[in-house]
């Protein structure tokens, strides 16, 4: 059984705050392009979940995407238009270390993001 587990942080860079209440789905990626959904989550006042989105058990080497649904918060901070570019935010990205502790965070502003591999 695999101990690894996934995370994610979503920090609201253009207010420096943490981004709470945005939606976050997780999908595993198969080999012939379906999408097949694992987890849906909203962050917290942290801007993190309250537990892994992938926990220990269910991880499993693969290609996973995380679609960061930020639409609603980036309308609801920045007003009506604020989230008409960026409305969901896809990250694609592969587990090769099924032991190991996967962190993805987002940093967000209504006109771009970043990712990487945190810790």
Known sequence: MANG???TH???TASGVPAAGVRISLFRLAE??????LAE???NEDGRTDS?????????NGRYELIFHAGDYLRGK???AAGDFLDQVPVRFGIADAQAHYHVPL???PYGYSTYRGS
Do not use: H, V, W
Request: net charge negative; aromatic share 10%; hydrophobic share 45%.
């Open 52 to 60: 892994p989105i992938l926990p220990a058990g269910a991880f499993q």
């Open 5 to 7: 587990f996934l995370t």
């Open 107 to 109: 940093l967000l502003s």
């Open 32 to 37: 012939d392009g379906r999408r097949e959904p």
């Open 41 to 43: 989550m909203t962050s």
């Open 10 to 12: 979503i920090l609201d």
């Open 78 to 80: 920045f007003g009506p």
